[in-house]
């Protein structure tokens, strides 16, 4: 149950502290707590645990809902740890949501939050969710001899403020904080000294350390456009950006193929996580010979290839960033029957610059996911299977209600950990005709 403080619900301002039992995690890496009851009025409550009594300061009112932080802890989780990196706290960096939770109980959290969109988005009932999900699976430690869940991420954004110093950002904020070490970092990326002198004239600075150990650093002048956000799902995006140190092209491996591609296009950014999820997808099409694919926002092709080689047949793979195209053409040209088609999906599904038949589909959509559109068309073209990479399991969720309601199921569901101290969860779904 949910206890208000001194101050009266509607007169809460940014600031007021409250006291508040946690109830559960939900999609954004916060917990779920009520004032005045069960049906209270809402507040996402960050820095917190399930089940914990807090005194939570308010970040932000909404009309219906109230943002904050726990900022003293009553009673704890026994799943509560100390944070290893000091700027894991309420007020400072906002790029890893989970590092007051335990490695196991990041992965329930996770996996609790799955169901809770396949069940709140997709209209999946528990024992649906339990014929088709089961956990979060962990990944290999980047260093065999580190942590789990640290040094890990192999592409990191920093933003620069105006006194020309890198830090990353505030949680749902553009403030800068400036810090001397990010811990899941990969550590080829923690050893450079980026952070330790100023950056004049700069509004971020980018590293990249490839799968076969080239190290880049790329800087975004002052004054162009690009994100400054610390989103590890995103591409770093290569408009305006100045090469700094290390190579132009490198080299990323998944399995027993190479890709050479540019710094900063799209790549998963933690070191096991291009190959677990190619053994997942293939795991899940067992796609077969002679069988036609399409790789739907194939990015480099990683996908497009591990079917290729398994079909050899004709492969179609839709991507409309530039850098994308430019890394799957040039690495899948020794590949016999695969296309790279530049364009929008949409666009190219809706003026059949690609169509049907085919058997299989690999669907791998941006956070915001494929959209009833895409799905149509996918379903048009009467695939016998569709593998659906997400990384938002709130899209995902949303795309699935669409293929149920065209008469498809969800068959099966694997979900991994491939942002440790993170909110953020790969899903891979196989979807498949009712």
Same mark, same amino acid.
């Given at each position: 149950?949910?206890?208000?403080g001194t101050?009266?619900? @509607?007169d809460?301002?940014e600031?007021?502290r409250?006291?508040? *039992? ?12 009520r ?6 009025r &809402?507040?996402? &409550? ?18 219906? #809902?109230?943002r904050a $932080?726990?900022? &003293? ?5 026994? @799943?509560r ?22 490695g196991?109980?990041q ?6 939050? /799955?169901r ?7 209209g999946? *009932?528990?024992?649906e969710?339990d014929?088709?999900? &089961?956990?979060?699976e ?16 192999t592409?990191?954004? #920093?933003?620069?403020d ?5 830090g ?5 904020s553009?403030q800068v ?9 990969h550590?080829?990326?923690?050893r ?5 002198r ?41 408009? =305006? ?5 290390g ?31 190619t ?18 926002? +194939? ?8 079917v ?9 793979? /839709? ?7 430019a ?6 040209? $020794?590949?016999? =029957? ?8 949409? *666009? ?7 169509? +049907?038949?085919?058997?299989?589909v ?15 068309d996918?379903?048009?073209?009467r695939?016998?299977a569709?593998a659906?990479v ?12 669409t ?6 199921d969800l ?8 942002f ?7 899903c ?7």
């Amino acid at each position: 149950m949910t206890e208000l403080g001194t101050a009266a619900e @509607d007169d809460l301002v940014e600031g007021d502290r409250i006291e508040l *039992t946690v109830g559960a995690p939900a999609h954004g890496g916060h917990c779920v707590a009520r004032i005045g009851g069960p049906h209270g009025r &809402v507040v996402f &409550v960050r820095h917190a645990l399930p089940g914990e009594r807090v005194t939570a300061e308010i970040t932000e009112r909404h009309r219906g #809902y109230l943002r904050a $932080d726990a900022v &003293v802890v009553h009673e704890a989780s026994p @799943d509560r740890v100390e944070p290893p990196c000091r700027y894991a706290r309420p007020g400072r960096c906002g790029g890893c949501d989970l590092q007051h939770v335990a490695g196991d109980a990041q992965l329930r959290w996770k996996a609790q939050v /799955v169901r809770e969109q396949l069940s709140r988005l997709a209209g999946l *009932t528990p024992e649906e969710q339990d014929r088709v999900f &089961v956990r979060v699976e962990p990944l290999p430690p980047a260093d065999p001899a580190g942590s789990a869940l640290l040094g890990w991420r192999t592409r990191v954004r #920093y933003a620069v403020d105006a006194a020309g110093r890198p830090g990353l950002l505030q949680h749902r904020s553009h403030q800068v904080v400036p810090i001397d070490r990010c811990l899941i970092a990969h550590p080829a990326i923690q050893r450079l000294d980026l952070l330790h002198r100023e950056w004049p004239a700069t509004s971020a600075v980018q590293a990249v350390t490839s799968g076969a150990g080239e190290v880049v650093v790329l800087e975004r002048p002052a004054g162009t456009s690009g994100a400054a956000g610390d989103d590890p799902t995103e591409e770093l995006g290569g408009a =305006g950006l100045v090469r700094r140190s290390g190579p132009e092209r490198i080299t990323e491996v998944a399995g027993e193929r190479s890709w050479e591609l540019a710094p900063e296009g799209f790549w998963q950014v933690h070191p096991a996580a291009a190959a677990t999820l190619t053994e997942a997808v293939l795991d899940m099409l067992r796609p077969a010979d002679g069988e036609v694919s399409w790789d739907l926002y +194939g990015g480099a092709g990683l996908f497009a290839a591990a079917v290729a080689e398994r079909t050899g047949a004709r492969t179609t793979l /839709v991507e409309s960033s530039p850098l994308g195209v430019a890394a799957a053409r040039a690495n899948l040209a $020794d590949l016999p =029957g695969v296309e790279v088609v530049a364009a929008r999906v949409e *666009t190219a599904l809706g003026r059949r610059r690609v169509t +049907g038949p085919v058997d299989l589909v690999v669907l791998d959509p941006p956070r915001a996911g494929a959209g009833a559109r895409v799905v149509r068309d996918i379903v048009a073209a009467r695939p016998r299977a569709v593998a659906y990479v997400a990384c938002d399991p709130a899209a995902l969720a949303r795309d699935v209600r669409t293929f149920r309601s065209l008469g498809w199921d969800l068959v099966r569901l694997r979900a991994f950990d491939c942002f440790p101290m993170t909110q953020h969860v790969e899903c891979v779904a196989l979807l498949q005709p009712a």
